[in-house]
């Protein structure tokens, strides 16, 4: 049982082995100087099988590092720009409520300021009031006088 197992293990081996290299870019491979070197030499094609077998693990390894650097990177820039963007809304708040405060404060002593120097102007000076309306009459009469000519 045994041999027939192991012949047919072969004609299988065989057959995918003819495939391939009836595959046209593997037999262009096969025909390169570096290929006919390699299979002169079966010590350098050894060598040479083992350092990629080997290689491949530490050009893996840092192929990860640099991915998952660059991955890092990125979301941490996109973290400190909403950072950043956060404490400029925060701080541009701050200051829009500060100049609403500051504009009704200066409204508002303006507006007192207004009220008691009108005030005191009335209480000492009331005369001051009757030539204002006088003049204002004046001015609405020749406003009514212009309008109907």
Not at 55 to 75: D, E, N
Request: aromatic share 14%; charged share 10%; hydrophobic share 50%.
């Amino acid at each position: 049982m045994q041999p027939s197992s192991s012949n047919e293990m072969w004609e299988g081996w065989s057959t995918m082995s003819n495939q391939v290299y009836s595959n046209p870019k593997v037999n262009l491979l096969m025909k390169s100087r570096v290929v006919q070197y390699l299979n002169g030499h079966p010590v350098v094609a050894l060598a040479v099988m083992l350092f990629c077998a080997m290689a491949a693990v530490p050009v893996g390894l840092f192929v990860l590092f640099a991915l998952v650097t660059v991955i890092l990177s990125a979301v941490s820039f996109l973290f400190f720009e909403g950072f950043l963007l956060f404490v400029g809304v925060v701080s541009l708040t701050c200051v829009l409520m500060g100049v609403a405060f500051f504009s009704v404060v200066a409204s508002s002593v303006v507006a007192v300021f207004y009220v008691a120097i009108s005030s005191v102007l009335n209480y000492y000076y009331p005369h001051l009031k009757k030539i204002e309306t006088e003049l204002y009459k004046d001015s609405g009469d020749e406003m009514t006088h212009n309008s109907t000519q």
